[in-house]
């Protein structure tokens, strides 16, 4: 099975921490207080379920759909749910979104396990279920010219083949793959000398609005 994070599941949060210490965890917070309090949210591949006590954190009182692949990402999900907090979990993978509208979509470090044709689709369908005027979040690593980040974006393909036999290839550029879509981006900003971004695209409103 393909994009199988199983295996690394436990130490999955560990490892990123060994590797990083906490740049990825502070990229991904860095836009959570533009959530709506009420708003209709979409996680994919939301791994061990931190970003939820983030979300939560900001008084979020809204709904979260939580779509996760891994079976002991989910479990991992479940004991950090708290009673007062309106979640829903899915084991499943893209295919697996129920067939709505959200008012905010994340995908932090989801669209990186994909092939480039396969990205297509699954973006496109993403900003289809996106709310007009919905936002996007979305964080994820990028191609410098640093030796350095080439070698850590090398590593980190290898490892994942490895152990999730990562579908991706290559890391892609998924700003370029947003601008083929009906969304602006309205925030950006780069953690860890730019090898890590951060961008917030929002869906723009059909010509009937106008």
Known sequence: MKNNFNFIAPVYDALAKLVFGNKLKRAQCHFLHLISQDSNVLILGGGTGWLLDEIFKTGFRGSVTYVEASTKMIKMTEKRLQP????????????????????VII??????????????????????RLSHRGLWFCTDFRHTNRLKHKLIIWSMLQFFRLTTQLEAGQLLDFA??????????????TFSNG???????????????F
């Open 84 to 103: 007062s907090w309106n979640v829903s979990l899915i084991c499943g993978d893209e295919k697996a979104i129920p067939k709505e509208f959200y008012d």
């Open 107 to 128: 995908t932090n470090f989801f669209l990186d396990v994909f092939s480039s044709d396969k990205l297509k689709d699954i973006m496109a369908t993403l900003s289809d």
């Open 176 to 189: 370029f793959y947003f601008k083929a879509l009906p969304l602006h981006c309205i925030e950006h900003s």
């Open 195 to 209: 090898l890590i971004f951060s961008s917030v695209y929002q869906k723009q409103p059909s010509e009937q609005e």
